[in-house]
Each structure stands twice: as C-alpha cells, then as structure tokens.
C-alpha cells in the first residue's frame, strides 16, 4: 500500500499544478524608465501624489479660508462663549462658505485647464498655467498692491505688466498678508458692539457693588441676544462673502 501512494505522490502534484490558478506576484524593485513614455507616467504619479499632500495647504493659501476661519475665531472670542461653536464646527463653516465662494473658479479652472488635458488637447504646462489663472485672478482682486509691491521689493525684480507676469511665489504670501489684515480689521469691527456691552455691564455692577461678580457671567446672555436679535450669523456670512471682490 506505501509503494503504491509512493508512486501516485507524484501525478497528484502534477496535477494540483496544472488545474490550480496561478499566484501573482509584486515586484517590488525600482526601475529606472526605459523610454520618455515610461518618464512622463512616473513624474505624473509622483505631481499627483505631491499635490494630493499638498491640498489642504493650497486650499488654505489660496482661497478665502483665511479671512473666513480669523473672523470666526474673532467673533467667538468677542462674545466670550469659550469653546462654542467648537472649532471643528467653525472650521467646516469656513471650508463650506470657502467652497461655495471659489466654486466658479475651480469650474472655470476645470474647463479651461483639467478638461482640455483629459482629452489630450493641451500639454502639462499649459494645463497648468489655464488651471492656475482663475485662482490668479481671485488672488490680485483681493491682494494689496502694497503687500504684492513688497516681496518685489525683497526679490529686486521690476513691476509685473500682466497679471500672468506675477508668479505664484511671490503673488501667495503677498495675498495672505493682505487676508490677514482685512481679517484683522473685521474682527476689530465685530469686537466693538460686544466690547461695549461688557463695559456697560461692568459699570453698572461697580455702581451696584457688585465687585465679586464677574461681569462676563452678566454680559454673555446680553450678547447672546444681541446676536441672535439681529441675526448675526446671517449679516455677518453675508458681509463676509461679499468682502471678496
């Protein structure tokens, strides 16, 4: 009987090897490309992978996120109502307002860059450049000559005729300090009611002697209904989109 399973061992693996599916297998070693074909493929994952770490970056310098996210913050610290909203909650309201307010961008960057490309009309360059524009544009509107004029200045090079002459390295920290300071001086604005509540508060409570009462447990209710009575997230939303040009 073992002389005969002896003699069958050998067909029976024969056999599992011809009727059994083969196992692919991942080659793993790095190559370098043999042709300019092989080249384009690779640098295309390697922009693409690049850009998709890049995102929240570029959605945060270049688009109106900055304004939206500072104002909010101003306006919770104003009211004084400490981790409310949470920042998580004013962080997607600044996201959702900043895509509705670069939506006609992105669809125009999308047409006149990203689509032509799909269809291999244009090259990676040009495809690049049309995409960028809109966002350019968006950028000079809402950009300080003042602060654009000062990284000239750093880098000595002359004044832009165009505004395809303005590169992105130069046009992206002269548009964040512009956002910074009309972000700044929103929140100024929207301090000032609210400021003038705590001091009304705080004299009537020193006339009263109430001097071991804190003020801000009073005046939080008052600025809560001011708010709300003159729909303040509504007039300031509204204001704040129409602040971009």
């Known amino acids: 009987m073992k ?3 002896l003699i ?4 029976v693996v024969f056999a599992a090897s011809v009727n059994a599916p083969p196992i692919p297998v991942v080659d793993l070693t790095l190559n370098a490309p043999q042709t300019p074909v092989q080249l384009v493929k690779t640098l295309n994952i390697m922009i693409l992978l690049t ?31 400490q981790q409310l909203p949470p920042t998580q909650l004013l962080v997607s309201l600044a996201l959702m307002i900043t895509f509705f307010i670069m939506e006609p961008y992105a669809k125009q960057a999308y047409k006149d860059g ?14 690049f450049d049309r ?8 950028m000079i509107k809402n950009t300080r000559e003042k602060d ?23 046009l992206i920290p002269a548009f964040m300090i512009s956002e910074l300071k009309t972000a700044f001086e929103i929140g100024f604005l929207i301090y000032l009611p609210f400021l003038i509540i705590d001091m009304v508060v705080s004299a009537i409570l020193m006339s009263l002697g109430m001097m071991m009462l804190p ?31």
């Open 3 to 5: 002389k005969i399973l």
């Open 8 to 11: 069958l061992i050998p067909f």
């Open 51 to 81: 850009l998709l770490a890049l995102a929240p970056s570029i959605v945060l310098v270049m688009t109106s996120f900055i304004r939206l996210l500072i104002v909010f913050g101003f306006l919770r610290q104003a009211m004084g109502t």
């Open 114 to 127: 990203i689509q032509p490309y799909m269809q291999e009309k244009i090259g990676y360059v040009e495809a």
């Open 131 to 138: 995409s960028v524009k809109p966002f350019k544009n968006f």
């Open 148 to 170: 654009l004029a000062l990284f000239y200045r750093i880098r000595h090079m002359p004044n832009p005729k165009t505004v395809d002459d303005v590169p992105l390295t130069i």
């Open 215 to 245: 003020p801000v447990m009073i005046s939080l209710p008052f600025k809560l209904l001011v708010f709300v009575l003159v729909d303040g997230w509504n007039l300031l939303v509204g204001n704040l989109v129409a602040s971009f040009k």
